[in-house]
């Protein structure tokens, strides 16, 4: 009885293998990271607010500018992930999710007084900066559970919040029909829901490594493939058909039946795992040293386990070599570091503009309301086939040709040229493909920069180096969307209404037609792209060298010290277990 008592899967039976595996961990991470995407869904409901409140383009441009800052500055979150577990800091993220959107829902409906602009734009950032905390808890653990397959899971992962923009707006219109103002209430309440629901089950899980891992995460692609698929279907059905609301409905459903279908794969996997450690005594012990997680109202402690033993600002001019854990002030004093970040000033803020302004952008062309929004839900979809496809494409082919990751980052952006000329232009029905390739481009950005920190720099303080990366996408939409797209619109429009003879009524909002409304904005883009491309092939060159090596030697050298550790220590301990 006693012998049967020791064994390690009578304490941890299948279903909690099953609720706290790794494989687990992913599907929630990947429900969190499926409607975490609401700053890519503004261009659905920035007229509504420019209308109601009555800002001109400048404004509104500037309001989507601290939506990007919120968005993509995310050192709070990084840091905060530095000192607790995932689950705070998903659990921060919901409740500024909520009271962030809620807030900007209560002034577009007019419950509450107009707020000035400085309010609308603290909400905005409040709820924006949600997303960081929800991309830090749910990615970088991902990425710590799997070190070996970070492209991909960054890919996959980043993917899902690529696609929840479409997500998001089939479920909108399922619930609420076509009302742009409860878009609003839809993203204050339904992301903080999932975290809330799934937070407990994404946290850090050391487990021995599978050697089918990439393949499980290939499965998971394929679903996630015909998600994206059966999105673009209905999107085009709706655009034809103009659906009801009980269409909108049955849309719905089937999108959450193929959001849960990874639940099999985790069963196949975590069931998989679950019978190796009945079988492998290494396994076993490995069973047996795993806790279940903190209680939500365990006390999380601000402190490192352990103090450094020296200060980190110490070597900040003397970086270890490239894969070796930095220290943050190593990584930002690095030059590779400060070359990635302009390269995304460059690209990321030039597609970001494209995409907040695709609304405007549509209206000054002459589409009509319905094709706006197809063009919307495209920039989703492709967004999150951008993603995948430079998370596992650049995997396969640094696996098997050693081609460095910066490459793809270079082609990426010589891409996004295409798509800011077709705007410039205003070639006939070009906005179509024009969405497309912007998409595709704006999300292929994000896995490749991931990715590159997190193997240049370590993995020790990735949390917070990956946060401090996203800082320069504001500051690239900043001068590209406000400085720039947003005063050659107002002035364009200015000069269209005095050519009129018509004067702007105080609450107005400032209207422009034609193709001259973003003709210089995306022509000045289109170089400021070329020109972060040029940067890019820099760390091209200075990494390939690196990326030509085995970069993921060490993780495979710490794994074997382990199983020796495991195999060596605790056997004498075991055997005298199961003679009592």
Not at 366 to 392: A, D, P
Request: glycine letters at 8%; aromatic letters at 12%; a positive charge.
């Amino acid at each position: 009885m006693a012998a049967s008592s020791s064994n390690p899967t009578s304490s941890n039976p299948f279903w909690y293998q099953f609720l706290f595996g790794r494989w687990f961990s992913v599907l929630a991470s990947i429900l969190i990271m499926s409607v975490a995407g609401a700053t890519y869904m503004f261009a659905l409901y920035s007229s509504d607010i420019k209308s109601s409140l009555g800002y001109d383009q400048t404004t509104l441009n500037l309001l989507s500018f601290f939506k990007d800052l919120g968005g993509n500055v995310g050192v709070i979150s990084g840091l905060t992930n530095e000192v607790a577990p995932a689950w705070v800091v998903l659990l921060i993220g919901a409740v500024m999710n909520l009271f962030g959107y809620t807030m900007i829902w209560l002034a577009v409906t007019k419950r509450i007084p107009k707020p000035q602009i400085w309010h609308m734009c603290l909400y905005i950032t409040i709820g924006a900066n949600s997303q960081t905390f929800a991309n830090t808890g749910a990615l970088v653990t991902c990425v710590k559970n799997f070190p070996e397959s970070r492209g991909s899971v960054l890919g996959l992962l980043k993917g899902f919040v690529g696609l929840s923009g479409a997500i998001l707006s089939q479920l909108y219109r399922a619930f609420y029909g076509n009302n742009p103002e409860s878009l609003i209430l839809l993203i204050a309440w339904l992301p903080a829901a999932v975290s809330v629901v799934l937070l407990r089950f994404v946290r850090i899980i050391k487990d021995l490594r599978q050697p089918n891992e990439l393949k499980v995460f290939y499965h998971f692609l394929y679903i996630s493939l015909g998600l994206a698929g059966t999105l673009m279907v209905l999107i085009i059905l709706q655009s034809l058909l103009r659906f009801q609301q009980i269409q909108y409905v049955g849309s719905a459903i089937v999108v959450i039946v193929l959001l849960l279908l990874p639940l099999t794969i985790v069963f196949r996997e975590e069931l998989s795992v679950w019978k190796s450690k009945i079988a492998s005594p290494v396994l076993q012990l490995e069973s047996a040293s795993q806790q279940p997680p903190p209680p939500l109202t365990s006390t999380v402690s601000l402190a490192p386990s352990s103090p450094p033993s020296e200060s980190c600002f110490k070597n900040m001019f003397n970086p270890p070599s490239r894969g070796e854990d930095y220290t943050i002030p190593q990584a930002i004093f690095s030059m590779d570091l400060i070359i990635l970040f302009m390269a995304t000033i460059c690209g990321v803020g030039g597609t970001l503009t494209a995409i907040d302004n695709l609304g405007q952008i549509g209206e000054s062309l002459g589409y009509q309301s319905h094709s706006i929004t197809t063009f919307i839900s495209l920039v989703s979809i492709w967004n999150y086939l951008g993603r995948v496809v430079s998370g596992f494409v650049s995997e396969y082919f640094w696996k098997k040709y050693k081609v460095p990751r910066p490459l793809f980052l270079f082609a990426t952006l010589i891409l996004s040229c295409v798509g800011h000329l077709l705007i410039a232009f205003g070639v006939p029905n070009s906005l179509y493909f024009s969405s497309i390739v912007i998409g595709f481009c704006f999300g292929a950005q994000w896995p490749l920069i991931y990715a590159i920190i997190s193997e240049i720099f370590g993995l020790k303080y990735y949390a917070t180096l990956s946060s401090m990366s996203g800082g320069a996408s504001p500051i690239g939409a900043y001068i590209l969307n406000v400085r720039v797209a947003g005063h050659l619109y107002d002035r364009e429009a200015q000069r269209q209404m005095e050519a009129t003879g018509r004067r702007r009524n105080i609450g107005e909002d400032l209207s422009c037609l034609g193709v001259e409304c973003y003709r210089k904005a995306f022509l000045i883009i289109t170089a400021a792209t070329v020109f972060g491309a040029l940067v890019s092939l820099i760390l091209v060159v200075r990494t390939w060298k690196f990326y030509k090596g085995d970069i993921y030697r060490k993780f495979r050298e710490v794994e074997g010290e382990d199983i020796e550790m495991k195999m060596a220590a605790p056997t004498n301990g075991t055997l005298t277990a199961a003679k009592n």
